[in-house]
């Protein structure tokens, strides 16, 4: 069965830095893209970008690109979302997610249980 | 304003058949598969329908999907209560060389 367990809610201030995380188990790691979505307060889903960790090529949103830094770590099946000053905009929820098959150009399948960002001064 | 339009509401009665809509381009719809996802509050999205018109294990029958040229439409039929919550519908875009989702549909049971 295919797992993705996020890392807890996070607090932060900005211009804080922030690392949250999404563990894969029940697959093969290296054979799926996998990627983050936004979804802020009452809003609907944003595509923020994706990585193929075999060999971390990564292709981002034009609205995320320079915002955030996707990465992934293949020894312990783990993909990343950084940011390295955050804004109050920055407040959301960001789900992980699996692409449905193994080339980057199909939407999500798999779906981590989204982790809460709150940036405040 | 998100790639792909869909209304942002919808409703129907318990045993009705509604249909939600999601409309394209020739980069997007037009050329690759459409997802449709369900949402209830405080949860993550879940797969409902992939490639156009298929169904995971486990979704009802009484949700489909299909395509015609830049638009796509999720059906639901014997509409239940449980069946209220957001729907998204989302596909690649090639001009973008990323996913793309619609701005989602809250369905109302009445």
């Known amino acids: 069965e295919v797992q993705l367990v996020q890392s807890g809610a996070e607090v932060k201030k900005p211009g804080e830095s922030l690392n949250i995380s999404c563990k894969a188990s029940g697959y093969s790691f290296t054979s799926y893209w996998i990627g983050w979505v936004r979804q802020m307060p009452g809003k609907g889903l944003e595509w923020m970008g994706i990585i193929y960790p075999s060999d971390s090529d990564t292709r981002y949103s034009p609205s995320f690109q320079g915002q955030v830094t996707i990465s992934a770590d293949k020894s312990i099946s783990t993909a990343y979302l950084q940011w390295s000053s955050l804004k109050a905009s920055d407040t959301a929820m960001y789900y992980c997610?699996?692409?449905?098959?193994?080339?980057?150009?199909?939407?999500?399948?798999?779906w981590g249980q989204g982790t809460l960002v709150t940036v405040s001064s | 304003q998100s790639v792909l339009t869909q209304p942002p509401s919808a409703s129907g009665t318990p045993g009705q058949r509604v249909t939600i809509s999601c409309s394209g381009s020739s980069s997007n719809i037009g050329s690759n598969y459409v997802y449709w996802y369900q949402q209830f509050p405080g949860t993550a999205p879940k797969l409902l329908i992939y490639r156009n018109n298929q169904r995971p294990s486990g979704v009802p029958d009484r949700f489909s999907g299909s395509k015609s040229g830049t638009s796509a439409s999720l059906a639901i039929s014997g509409l239940r209560s449980e069946d209220e919550a957001d729907y998204y519908c989302a596909a690649w875009d090639d001009s973008l060389s990323g996913a793309v989702f619609g701005g989602g549909t809250q369905l109302t049971v009445l």
């Open positions: 997610a699996r692409n449905a098959y193994s080339g980057s150009n199909h939407p999500f399948q798999h």
